[in-house]
């Protein structure tokens, strides 16, 4: 069946091409069917390839993340553990800070991934500090009795001893500061948030994080024990990770607040409130910028929906990009920090060599397509020149010149057609005479068959219309019962056998076309009590009623008179035919610039099945339909055509056992004047 549909398909738009080009075009098409596969095939194959080794060049980059912030995570609260179990195991004196300064110092140059490692006393807010600074050095700061209640700065030599006077704090009081109160608050270790580091020899605007944890002695609160490191840490991780040529990274809090990348950024911003972090939709690296604004608006709505590992695609520049976004699963479980791994790459950076490839195919696929075209050419020449000769001979044949003859110089299937076509034109030749022939004798009978029609409607007409006449004008006269239905039926069966004469008459010229219209402004309400009154003769004794119900207000139609009559008494002696009880209707309604005219009937309704051919020419519901009720099938086809001439049209619609309602419309006549 696909077959079969494909076949004709391909014959239909053939045979609307030139021959040249059909026999040119399978070569030209079989060159880059081959190359083009080929090269798609191989294109997609290795853009396959570069994709699996993309992605799996993005798992492992983000692996190698995660691993590196895992551990560089991990170090803060080792750090804080340790100090903890160093005071409980007393090597840490809580009544004297100052102790603390070898032990911290050691532990500085051990880890030195912190900035910060402290403890804040609960019971008077002592404060001890050791951190680092831009150029690497280390500085103490201690506040105590001896400082008397003001936190002073030291710079440390390399030996862990202070040597030059840094600052002093007089106010400070660790006790009120956010990492403390975070702790104590939590009643647990555990993470602040983000926040600017300020602090002697550290560079401005940068951010960090702190590790704190309160410590207990038998459940009372001694204090908190703390440590910090830079995002810039993690922002220089990054930018030492190499994705392909141009791709980049970056990891943000579900926010959308940026915690570092491997772009050059400011991790803070000016605002009217004062300095607050940066989102990763203002920074200014445009292909970051795109890749947040397309995660947020396009694929996610915001961060927080994104789950687990995604790769998808966008277009910047013109450029596809590949990104691959991963959720930090295990930070959130075990420092519950909620971030994002963003990986970003033009596809480019991977497929410069299979661009390559393409378009050396394409050059390939160019070339053959030439070389195609060329053979193409000259095997479709030395076919096409016959087929050309013989088409033109086929032109002449078909505008009547028979004296064609086609030279045979082959003898191959082009050699054999010549000989079948000359052949052809000879038995063409004598057909048409003979067709002529019988065409002019046809012509000559169906001349004398329409005069006979026409001669025949004559000759009954007048006899059958003063048959009708004396029936009409004795009917009313005193008679009796037997001589009046006598009378009646003659009346009946004389307007039956004249309107079928009229019919006959009227199909003969409808299919000649030779019906002219007298178009004037005419009264349908009018018309239809003409017709009814014609018509009554055709009830007899049925229990029938003839109802119009056209509004005296109707506009008129345009119409022939005579014919509208003529439409109506078919249509109004088909329903009285065929409805021995009940009523048949006339009614009419505007519809736009046509009237409406509907015929309605309560008689035995007509089949489904007939509906669609009861306007053909000698058609009735059925064969016994035409036994019982009599007819011959002509009075609904010459309504039909009628109702056209008038540009009208006719339909029906039925129920079996409940009526039928034919309907056709006419152009009004008020229509016919706005115009």
């Known amino acids: ?222 204090g908190v024990l703390g440590s910090d490191f830079t995002l810039k840490r993690i922002s220089d991780f990054l930018s030492r990770i190499t994705v392909g040529s141009s791709g980049k990274t970056f990891i943000v809090e579900r926010s959308g607040l940026l915690v570092g990348g491997s772009f050059p950024h400011e991790p803070l911003v000016e605002a009217e409130t004062g300095k607050k972090r940066r989102l990763i939709f203002d920074v200014k690296d445009p292909l970051i910028k795109a890749t947040a604004n397309y995660l947020r608006n396009h694929q996610y709505g915001d961060f927080t929906q994104i ?48 661009n390559t490839h393409t378009r050396i195919t394409f050059l390939l696929t160019l070339v053959a397509l030439l070389l195609a075209t060329i053979i193409g050419i000259f095997t479709s020449s030395f076919l096409i020149q016959p087929i050309l000769r013989l088409n033109e001979a086929a032109k002449k044949l078909s505008a009547g010149d028979w004296e064609q003859s086609l030279p045979v110089g082959r003898s191959d299937e082009l050699g054999e057609l010549a000989n079948s076509f000359n052949d052809m034109t000879k038995q063409l030749k004598t057909s048409f005479k003979t067709l002529e022939a019988q065409n002019t004798e046809l012509q000559r009978l169906d001349k004398h068959k329409n005069e006979f029609l026409t001669n025949t409607f004559h000759e009954l007409r007048t006899p059958l219309n003063g048959i009708i006449g004396i029936a009409d004008s004795l009917i009313d006269s005193p008679l009796p019962e037997q001589t009046h239905a006598n009378l009646t039926m003659i009346i009946v069966s004389g307007q039956r056998l004249a309107n079928l004469v009229s019919n006959i008459l009227d199909f003969s010229k409808l299919k000649h076309n030779n019906i002219d219209l007298q178009l004037k402004s005419v009264s349908l309400r009018e018309i239809v009590e003409v017709v009814f009154s014609l018509s009554k003769p055709l009830i007899g004794n049925k229990n029938l009623q003839l109802i119009n119900t056209i509004s005296l207000n109707l506009p008129p139609a345009k119409a022939d008179e005579n014919r509208l009559q003529q439409i109506l008494h078919n249509l109004l002696s088909n329903a009285v035919k065929f409805t021995e009880q009940g009523r048949v209707e006339i009614s009419a309604e505007v519809n736009e610039n046509f009237i409406a005219i509907n015929v309605s009937d309560t008689g035995i309704g007509i089949s489904k099945d007939k509906l669609e051919s009861i306007f053909k020419s000698f058609e009735q519901a059925d064969g016994s339909t035409a036994r019982v009720y009599g007819g011959t099938g002509l009075g609904l086809a010459v309504s039909k055509k009628l109702v056209e001439l008038h540009g009208g049209k ?24 706005n115009a």
């Open 1 to 222: 069946m696909l077959f079969k549909l494909i076949n004709r398909l391909v014959s239909k738009i053939s045979g609307k091409v030139h021959l040249r080009v059909i026999l040119i075009v399978p070569f030209v098409f079989q060159i880059i069917l081959a190359v083009g596969l080929t090269g798609y095939f191989s294109f997609r194959n290795g853009q396959e390839a570069i994709n699996d080794l993309a992605t799996q060049l993005h798992t492992e980059i983000t692996a190698r993340i995660e691993q590196y912030i895992n551990t560089y995570l991990e170090i803060p609260s080792l750090v804080v553990n340790i100090n903890a179990n160093a005071i409980s195991e007393e090597q840490l004196d809580l009544k004297d800070l100052r102790s603390w300064l070898p032990y911290l110092f050691k532990q500085s140059k051990v880890f030195e991934e912190l900035s910060f490692i402290y403890f804040g006393h609960q019971k008077n807010g002592d404060y001890i500090a050791l951190h680092r600074r831009e150029n690497g050095s280390l500085a103490y700061n201690i506040k105590d009795h001896q400082t008397e209640e003001v936190m002073l700065d030291y710079l440390l030599d390399k030996n862990g001893e202070p040597v030059d006077f840094l600052k002093k704090d007089n106010k400070y009081d660790p006790r009120k500061r956010s990492w403390y109160t975070t702790a104590v608050n939590a009643g647990k270790a555990g993470w602040t948030d983000i926040y600017e580091f300020v602090g002697t020899g550290l560079e401005t605007g940068q951010l960090g994080m702190s590790f704190v944890s309160p410590y207990y002695d038998n459940g009372v609160l001694q």
């Open 307 to 354: 789950k687990d590992n995604q790769q998808m695609y966008f277009s910047y520049q013109g450029q596809r990009q590949q990104v691959h976004v991963s959720a930090l699963n295990t930070l959130k479980n075990r420092f519950n920090l909620d971030w994002l791994i963003v990986v970003v790459v033009p596809e480019a950076d991977f497929m410069e060599q299979i």
């Open 650 to 673: 006719i339909s029906v619609t039925s129920e079996m056992g409940v009526g039928s309602r034919f309907t056709f419309t006419l152009p009004g006549a008020q229509s016919e004047k």
